[in-house]
């Protein structure tokens, strides 16, 4: 007679590395979710080194409280640390922090995403982020370097020396994946990083001003170009921290407004004459004076003199127009995410279960709400049949 009887696969179930990031990505203690649980820290503690396994009724409890769907914390684990490589550049100080950690997990959760559609047969476009090692820099470039690199980025991209109407689908044409995060500090506007060999561009997405995420996506890319081969290790040194991001201020306003065509343009510091160059290259004035700062179209007194005006006119935090340029959107996943969908190369959004992780988190990945059973045009992107 045929056994039928089988314990259960004792090796199977719940992921504990899931449980620790789930909790991690929401900035959460052991002991917040041992509070919220009735349990102790301990033995959320097991729970997340795999010592125990929660029950059903308990990971119903647990699914709750971190946000996730019960199918999240099943899917295996394929993040391969070594092969990974990710540097990222923001200033919110050490890596222990628990802002920079959960931002680690999400964007290690963007990087399973991005190889889900990948697996699926998408085809993303290739990475193309130049880099200039013929530049010699002795560890720190130049004003008059950054110049050229910038110029030079520009030209590799087949680009002239005009306003750049959409910065994001620029970076996304080239390969960079680009999402809009909910940060969860003022502190962060954007940051970025290199994951198995693509670049990521993460922005804010509680950010109330198009000009300035677009400085933030440029300056960003200057990260991407400039500081590669920059490690965690030497970013906690506040020096080199501080070098780093003068450096990709400096590119993001020569790749944003090119030397020759300021010099042209930038004929008065007039309030309504900025303003115009605001509208026309899509940057804040305050940028656009600091840049014609550091070209010397103009001196320091009259910037100081910008600055005071700008201040009379409580505009130092909010401009003008700031309110009227639209927030430029990524659409480069979500596109593929869809053409998958359509083709039945992945299953239709009917749940977060189904999604295997959280709207919240689907949401930071298109930088886009997205709703159960959603219907959208068909993108234009190929598929590799396999």
């Not at 001003?209 to 290790?233: C, K, P, T």
Request: hydrophobic share 40%; proline share 4%; charged share 25%.
């Amino acid at each position: 007679m045929a056994n039928i009887f089988q314990f259960p696969d004792r090796a199977a179930g719940v992921v504990p590395q899931r449980l620790a990031d789930a909790r991690v990505a929401l900035q959460l203690s052991r002991a917040d979710v041992a509070r919220e649980l009735g349990v102790t820290g301990t033995t959320i503690g097991h729970y997340e080194s795999g010592d125990r396994r929660p029950d059903m009724n308990m990971l119903l409890q647990i699914s709750r409280i971190l946000r996730q769907p019960i199918s999240f914390f099943f899917k295996e684990n394929n993040i391969n640390l070594n092969k990974k490589k990710v540097r990222f550049f923001r200033s919110v100080g050490p890596k222990s922090n628990k802002l920079n950690m959960a931002l680690d997990v999400r964007t290690n959760w963007l990087w399973e995403f991005v190889q889900t559609l990948l697996d699926a047969g998408i085809r993303l476009p290739t990475p193309n982020v130049p880099f200039y090692d013929d530049v010699e820099h002795d560890g720190e470039y130049s004003l008059n370097q950054i110049e050229y690199i910038a110029s030079r980025a520009r030209r590799h991209w087949g680009m002239s020396d005009g306003p750049i109407n959409n910065m994001v689908a620029l970076l996304e044409s080239q390969g960079v994946i680009v999402c809009r995060f909910h940060m969860g500090s003022e502190k962060i506007d954007a940051f970025s990083c290199w994951v198995d060999g693509r670049p990521y561009i993460l922005l804010g997405a509680d950010k109330a001003s198009g000009v300035r995420s677009r400085f933030d996506a440029a300056h960003e890319l200057g990260h991407l170009i400039l500081h590669r081969d920059i490690s965690q290790d030497d970013l906690e040194s506040k020096s080199v921290r501080e070098r780093i991001e003068r450096e990709a201020n400096w590119f993001a306003g020569a790749f944003l407004l090119p030397r020759g065509s300021l010099f042209r343009e930038f004929y008065s510091t007039r309030a309504n004459h900025l303003l115009g160059l605001k509208q026309r290259w899509l940057v804040s004035m305050q940028a656009i004076a600091h840049r014609a700062k550091d070209i010397g179209a103009i001196d320091e007194n009259q910037y100081v003199s910008f600055r005071i005006q700008m201040t009379k006119r409580k505009e130092l935090s909010k401009e003008k127009l700031d309110d009227v340029i639209p927030i430029e959107q990524p659409g480069l996943l979500y596109n593929a995410w869809k053409k998958l969908v359509e083709k039945g190369k992945l299953p239709p959004l009917d749940s977060e279960d189904t999604a295997g992780v959280s709207l919240e988190v689907l949401r930071d990945h298109f930088g886009r709400s997205v709703e159960p059973a959603e219907q959208a045009a068909t993108p234009t992107l190929s598929i590799t049949e396999k």
